[in-house]
C-alpha cells in the first residue's frame, strides 16, 4: 500500500480525491486533509495567506499520522501567487514540517507538462484576469510556452465548486488554441476527475487539470506510476500492466 497525502483548501471538490483513489484502481490511498482556506477569494493577499506556513504547518500533524508518504499542497493559486522562487520555498517548508517529500499543484503542472513533452499550453482559468496572468508567468519561469490565457472572473472556489459539465466544456473549448499542444485548467475547487477522457475527445489534445495533476505528482515523489486511462492522457505513459 502507498499512502498518499494532500492538503486541500477549504470544502469544494475534495471529492476528486477518493473518485480518482478508484479510478487508479491499485494498493494506493490517498489521505486528505483539510486547511483553513480564511478568505475565500481569488485575490492575491488572500491567496498568499491561505498558502502561509502557518496554514500549511496546522494540517501537517494530522496529515502525517495517516502514514503518507508524501504530501502535495493541493492548491494552484495558493502556490504560484508566490512567484517561482517562493513557491520553492513554500515547498522546502512543507517537506520540513512534514519529515517527508513535499510539492505543489503548481510545480505538479510543470512536471506534468515535460511528463506529456508538451511545449506549448493554454490555460482555461477560472480566476479573474489578474491571478491567470500569474499562473502563466509561473509557467514560463519554468520555460513553458503558453500561447493563450483565458481567465473567467470567479471570485470564490465556492462558486467553482458549482460548475457542472456545461461549464467545464464551455472553459477547455474557449481556452483552445491552435498552436497549443496541452490544455490546463488549474483550480483544484474545478471538479475534474470523472471528465477527463470526454475534455480530450472535446478538444483533440491532452487536457490537465488541478487534481489530476496533484494527485500525479504525489505519485511521482513516491515513485510510483500508473496506468489509468480514465484519467486522462497524462496517466497512459505507463504499461498497462500494473506491479
Same mark, same amino acid.
Given at each position: 500500500?502507498?499512502?498518499?497525502?494532500?492538503?486541500?483548501?477549504?470544502?469544494?471538490?475534495?471529492?476528486?480525491?477518493?473518485?480518482?483513489?478508484?479510478?487508479?484502481?491499485?494498493?494506493?490511498?490517498?489521505?486528505?486533509?483539510?486547511?483553513?482556506?480564511?478568505?475565500?477569494?481569488?485575490?492575491?493577499?488572500?491567496?498568499?495567506?491561505?498558502?502561509?506556513?502557518?496554514?500549511?504547518? @496546522?494540517? $501537517?500533524? /494530522?496529515?502525517?499520522?495517516? %502514514? #503518507?508518504?508524501? *504530501?502535495?499542497?493541493?492548491? +494552484?493559486?495558493?502556490?504560484? &501567487?508566490?512567484?517561482?522562487?517562493?513557491?520553492?520555498?513554500?515547498?522546502?517548508?512543507?517537506?520540513?514540517?512534514?519529515?517527508?517529500?513535499?510539492?505543489?499543484?503548481?510545480? @505538479?503542472? $510543470?512536471? /506534468?507538462?515535460?511528463?506529456? %513533452? #508538451?511545449?506549448? *499550453?493554454?490555460?482555461?482559468? +477560472?480566476?479573474?484576469?489578474? &491571478?491567470?496572468?500569474?499562473?502563466?508567468?509561473?509557467?514560463?519561469?519554468?520555460?513553458?510556452?503558453?500561447?493563450?490565457?483565458?481567465?473567467?472572473?470567479?471570485?470564490?472556489? @465556492?462558486? $467553482?465548486?458549482?460548475?457542472?459539465?456545461?461549464?467545464?466544456?464551455?472553459?477547455?473549448?474557449?481556452?483552445?488554441?491552435?498552436?497549443?499542444?496541452?490544455?490546463?485548467?488549474?483550480?483544484?475547487?474545478?471538479?475534474?476527475?470523472?471528465?477527463?477522457?470526454?475534455?480530450?475527445?472535446?478538444?483533440?489534445?491532452?487536457?490537465?487539470?488541478?487534481?489530476?495533476?496533484?494527485?500525479?505528482?504525489?505519485?511521482?515523489?513516491?515513485?510510483?506510476?500508473?496506468?489509468?486511462?480514465?484519467?486522462?492522457?497524462?496517466?497512459?505513459?505507463?504499461?498497462?500492466?500494473?506491479?
Amino acid at each position: 500500500m502507498t499512502a498518499l497525502g494532500f492538503l486541500y483548501p477549504g470544502h469544494s471538490a475534495e471529492d476528486d480525491y477518493p473518485r480518482i483513489e478508484q479510478l487508479l484502481a491499485s494498493d494506493i490511498r490517498l489521505d486528505l486533509v483539510h486547511t483553513d482556506i480564511g478568505e475565500d477569494a481569488h485575490r492575491e493577499d488572500a491567496l498568499r495567506e491561505m498558502g502561509s506556513a502557518q496554514r500549511l504547518a @496546522a494540517g $501537517v500533524e /494530522a496529515l502525517r499520522l495517516t %502514514g #503518507a508518504e508524501a *504530501v502535495v499542497w493541493a492548491c +494552484t493559486s495558493g502556490s504560484f &501567487v508566490y512567484g517561482w522562487e517562493g513557491a520553492h520555498e513554500q515547498v522546502r517548508a512543507l517537506a520540513l514540517a512534514a519529515g517527508m517529500p513535499a510539492s505543489s499543484t503548481s510545480f @505538479a503542472f $510543470v512536471h /506534468a507538462i515535460q511528463e506529456l %513533452g #508538451a511545449r506549448r *499550453v493554454a490555460i482555461g482559468a +477560472t480566476y479573474p484576469d489578474d &491571478v491567470a496572468q500569474l499562473f502563466a508567468e509561473f509557467l514560463r519561469a519554468a520555460d513553458v510556452d503558453v500561447v493563450a490565457v483565458r481567465g473567467s472572473g470567479i471570485i470564490t472556489a @465556492a462558486e $467553482v465548486g458549482t460548475w457542472g459539465d456545461k461549464e467545464l466544456h464551455a472553459l477547455a473549448r474557449e481556452a483552445d488554441h491552435p498552436d497549443a499542444e496541452a490544455i490546463l485548467l488549474p483550480d483544484t475547487a474545478l471538479h475534474t476527475a470523472s471528465h477527463l477522457p470526454a475534455l480530450e475527445e472535446l478538444v483533440g489534445k491532452p487536457v490537465l487539470t488541478a487534481n489530476q495533476v496533484t494527485v500525479w505528482e504525489a505519485l511521482r515523489l513516491t515513485d510510483r506510476r500508473v496506468n489509468a486511462p480514465e484519467l486522462g492522457s497524462l496517466f497512459t505513459k505507463e504499461p498497462i500492466v500494473q506491479v
